[in-house]
């Protein structure tokens, strides 16, 4: 049994409700830092497993199976509800039409959660918002992260999305690091595998520039490039390579990717954290870093300025000076690596996250007991949009 007071208070359940409990899950995907998180604040979910689309491959998700036609109809009793996160840009033409006229046939909610207005992955944006004008007005309810992206989500669609801010990426304990205090002040900036809005010669051309003029002004700092050595865009990796060539202020690391402890430790020794995306909507890597109390500098990109604004400087690709002054703002209020203050900072933020977390958990019951109970009173071939005033953590 689920406690009424856990439910969305923007939509209301009838009383005779065919609501079974535990509650089964289609999340698109099942395995990602943000599901893994959100769902361990669930019990009274069910979570399924991703298909696997290539048995060759066993961690890979995508295509989603689950957005399909058929898989639909053939594994209808086994979901309460879809909930739709990433993986859209993978699917075949045709494929996310024909698996929301089939969840309409089989009355079965969905639920889509607003990650990506623009789509990290991709150059074009064309496919992606042919994709969110199909799914948006469709979807049973709609959540996003930010308030910014929820208003701008009403502006193009009319659509009222929920906000639930992102839940903590890392588990805070212990063995969370807090870094090593060094004698330099040291900004980092993850180029990654340089996927497609990762501005890799511009960030780092604007980040050489800045330590330049931090220098100048008497901030002495040295900066931290990383990349993977296997990468979507070998030439602009070259030319990073290249462009620190002969800077002693400069160390490079070219990195496999690494495993998720291995990048908490190394973000943990950063005084400054740099985001060198043109173009997104929300950041995962902001997440990670205020779990960790690294301050962020980043681009206007986006609605990542809003995930935790106060940790947060914005500054413009291609103008080293206003990356300098985020840079010395980010220092002058951010705490230091292995310091006690930076302990503080982390255990505030983990306080925050745990009630964050629940918060957010008992947005998403809310969210799929309302979808279902709408789905229900309308019948099982009809269409119910879950449209109820915007809710914030």
């Given at each position: 049994?689920?406690?009424?007071?856990?439910?969305?208070?923007?939509v209301?359940i009838?009383h005779?409700a065919r609501?079974?409990t535990?509650?089964?899950?289609?999340?698109?995907p099942?395995?990602?830092?943000y599901?893994?998180?959100l769902?361990r604040?669930?019990?009274e979910?069910?979570?399924l497993a991703?298909?696997?689309?290539?048995?060759?491959?066993?961690?890979?998700?995508?295509p989603?199976?689950?957005?399909?036609?058929?898989?639909?109809?053939?594994?209808?009793d086994?979901?309460?509800?879809m909930h739709v996160h990433?993986?859209?840009?993978?699917?075949p033409?045709?494929r996310?039409?024909?698996?929301?006229?089939a969840?309409?046939a089989?009355?079965?909610?969905?639920v889509?959660?607003?990650?990506?207005?623009?789509?990290?992955?991709?150059?074009?944006?064309t496919a992606?918002?042919?994709?969110?004008?199909?799914?948006?007005p469709?979807?049973?309810?709609?959540l996003?992260l930010?308030?910014?992206?929820?208003?701008?989500?009403?502006?193009?669609w009319g659509?009222?999305?929920?906000?639930a801010?992102h839940?903590?990426?890392?588990?805070?304990?212990?063995?969370?690091?807090r870094?090593?205090?060094?004698?330099?002040?040291?900004?980092?900036?993850?180029?990654?595998?340089v996927?497609?809005?990762i501005?890799?010669?511009?960030?780092?051309?604007?980040?050489?520039g800045?330590?330049?003029?931090l220098?100048?002004?008497g901030?002495?700092?040295?900066?931290?490039i990383?990349v993977h050595?296997r990468?979507?865009?070998a030439?602009?990796?070259?030319?990073?390579?290249a462009?620190?060539?002969d800077r002693?202020?400069?160390?490079?690391?070219?990195?496999?990717?690494p495993?998720?402890?291995?990048?908490?430790?190394e973000?943990?020794?950063?005084d400054?954290?740099?985001?060198?995306y043109r173009?997104?909507?929300?950041?995962?890597?902001?997440?990670?870093?205020?779990?960790?109390?690294?301050?962020?500098?980043?681009?206007?990109a986006?609605?990542?300025?809003d995930?935790?604004?106060?940790?947060?400087e914005?500054?413009?690709l291609?103008?080293?000076?206003?990356?300098?002054?985020?840079?010395d703002?980010?220092?002058?209020?951010?705490?230091?690596p292995?310091?006690?203050?930076?302990g503080?900072?982390?255990?505030?933020?983990?306080?925050?996250?745990?009630?964050?977390?629940?918060?957010?958990?008992d947005v998403h019951?809310?969210?799929?007991?309302s979808a279902?109970?709408?789905?229900?009173?309308?019948?099982d071939t009809?269409?119910?949009?879950?449209?109820g005033?915007?809710?914030?953590a």
């Amino acid at each position: 049994m689920v406690s009424r007071s856990r439910l969305w208070p923007g939509v209301r359940i009838t009383h005779n409700a065919r609501i079974r409990t535990p509650l089964r899950v289609a999340s698109v995907p099942g395995a990602h830092p943000y599901m893994e998180s959100l769902f361990r604040a669930l019990p009274e979910v069910i979570r399924l497993a991703d298909p696997i689309p290539d048995p060759s491959f066993p961690t890979r998700w995508w295509p989603p199976a689950m957005i399909d036609a058929e898989w639909v109809h053939r594994h209808r009793d086994d979901f309460d509800v879809m909930h739709v996160h990433f993986g859209l840009e993978s699917l075949p033409a045709g494929r996310l039409l024909g698996a929301l006229d089939a969840l309409d046939a089989v009355g079965r909610p969905l639920v889509f959660t607003v990650h990506d207005l623009e789509n990290p992955n991709l150059d074009v944006q064309t496919a992606h918002l042919r994709d969110l004008d199909e799914i948006i007005p469709r979807a049973d309810a709609i959540l996003t992260l930010t308030g910014t992206a929820a208003a701008e989500i009403t502006q193009r669609w009319g659509r009222t999305a929920l906000v639930a801010p992102h839940p903590a990426i890392t588990s805070v304990g212990a063995s969370t690091p807090r870094g090593r205090l060094s004698a330099e002040r040291i900004v980092g900036m993850h180029l990654r595998d340089v996927r497609p809005n990762i501005d890799a010669i511009g960030a780092a051309r604007s980040l050489l520039g800045a330590l330049d003029l931090l220098a100048a002004n008497g901030t002495p700092v040295r900066g931290r490039i990383t990349v993977h050595d296997r990468v979507r865009d070998a030439r602009a990796r070259d030319a990073v390579l290249a462009l620190v060539t002969d800077r002693a202020d400069v160390d490079v690391e070219v990195v496999s990717r690494p495993s998720d402890q291995a990048l908490e430790a190394e973000l943990a020794g950063l005084d400054v954290e740099i985001l060198p995306y043109r173009h997104g909507t929300h950041s995962g890597w902001v997440e990670l870093c205020y779990d960790l109390a690294v301050p962020v500098v980043g681009t206007s990109a986006g609605h990542m300025s809003d995930q935790h604004p106060d940790d947060f400087e914005s500054y413009s690709l291609g103008d080293s000076a206003s990356l300098a002054s985020a840079i010395d703002r980010s220092l002058a209020s951010g705490t230091r690596p292995g310091t006690a203050e930076r302990g503080r900072a982390i255990v505030a933020h983990a306080a925050h996250r745990r009630r964050q977390r629940q918060h957010v958990a008992d947005v998403h019951l809310g969210v799929y007991l309302s979808a279902i109970a709408a789905r229900q009173s309308v019948g099982d071939t009809g269409f119910a949009a879950l449209d109820g005033d915007q809710q914030t953590a």
